[in-house]
């Protein structure tokens, strides 16, 4: 998927200057996640959640932070050249210094999610992959600081990372109220998990599904179809 840009059904991403580029992640995280009226995607990178964010949100806020200055300046950029820059204002901040007016109804994010792994030599790619900038308890932190009181948390994470993630929230007063287990296919373990919490004292139980992403002859699965019709170009267009 990657490359200097990605053409979507109602925007183009531009992302020569960003470290992480347009993901399956990401992409999967824009379409399943809650919305509303005011939204906050933190750690925006190219644009691509809070642009999707925008267009199934009619006439929403978005509001997209980055710590990265080149990643910010692209995202301000492919929110220009797209039919949602009214609907959505870049901010070049971390998280944890980031202050609001009132609270996000919706946030979002694809978080850095290797805290063992080996750094990436490009500082960076390392910023965008690795926890160090942004810890699973700064980002659980701000999430509870920013969300409203009935508002919903979405992030997409490796499944190994699973355990650690939920405990932070928890510790955070947050709750999982839905998570979806995503295989690659049928045979497959699921390698990465969507994820939503709400506040503790607002959540009433919890949601538990299991996708696929292909079928076992490699074809898009129905369900990962559906989820992304209204932004994949089909090969027939």
Request: hydrophobic share 35%; with cysteine; charged share 25%.
């Amino acid at each position: 998927m990657p490359s200097n840009s990605f053409t979507f059904r109602k925007f183009t991403i531009v992302q020569d200057r960003c470290a992480m580029k347009v993901g399956t992640d990401g992409v999967l995280l824009g379409a399943w996640a809650n919305g509303g009226r005011d939204i906050l995607d933190i750690g925006t990178g190219t644009g691509v959640v809070a642009l999707m964010m925008a267009q199934r949100n009619n006439g929403a806020n978005v509001t997209a932070v980055e710590i990265d200055r080149e990643a910010a300046i692209q995202a301000r950029e492919n929110v220009a050249a797209s039919p949602f820059a009214e609907n959505i204002k870049v901010v070049e901040t971390d998280i944890q210094s980031f202050g609001h007016e009132g609270k996000f109804d919706a946030i979002v994010s694809n978080p850095p999610f290797f805290t063992d792994s080996l750094k990436n030599p490009d500082s960076q790619r390392s910023t965008a992959r690795h926890t160090d900038s942004l810890s699973y308890r700064d980002l659980f932190s701000a999430v509870s600081r920013l969300l409203d009181d009935n508002g919903e948390f979405s992030a997409i994470i490796p499944s190994d990372c699973l355990t650690a993630f939920t405990a932070e929230a928890y510790l955070s007063g947050l709750a999982m109220s839905r998570r979806c287990a995503i295989r690659t296919t049928p045979r497959k373990q699921a390698k990465r998990y969507l994820v939503a919490f709400r506040h503790s004292h607002c959540c009433r139980g919890m949601e538990t599904t299991e996708q696929c992403l292909m079928d076992a002859d490699g074809s898009r699965s129905e369900w990962y179809s559906r989820l992304t019709e209204n932004f994949y170009i089909s090969k027939q267009e």
